[in-house]
């Protein structure tokens, strides 16, 4: 049987005090048995409306068997990355956020034996183009 119950109750503004809700988030993260089971961002803002940096994240590639894993770290906010390979590659996952600190694993599958990732690999992001919106303005 599911069921659900509240643990905390928090007033947003009560928490944020005079900051700015478009600069900040809460990221939750439910663990039992030493490991994460949920995960979730909460944002204040509309990502439209989101004070975001020039993304600024580190990846690192690694071979394995049928394809390639992909860990990628950022220092900031990265909302809404798309990765952009050829249609050869299959991702686990794709268009999602970056919390700074955290690593994320992405798995890479292609029948192509030949395929070089970093060679294809290109990305795009909101902040990408909120930046370029903000430095027209």
Sequence with gaps: KNSSQKII???????LGNKSENEHLIYLEL???????????????NPKDLRLNKPDFNYQINKIDKGYEIT???????KNLYIDLPADYRLSDNYFDLIPGKST??????????????????YNC???????????Q
Excluded: H, M, P, W
């Design 9 to 15: 109750e928090i007033n947003v503004r009560d928490l």
């Design 31 to 45: 663990i039992g048995n030493n490991k994460i089971i949920a995960n979730r961002t909460v944002y204040f803002a």
């Design 72 to 78: 990628i770290t950022s220092s900031n906010l990265i």
């Design 105 to 122: 694993k992405i798995l890479v599958k292609s029948d192509n034996q030949n395929a070089e990732l970093s060679n294809d690999l290109k």
């Design 126 to 136: 909101l902040n990408n183009l909120l930046v370029k919106k903000n430095q027209e």
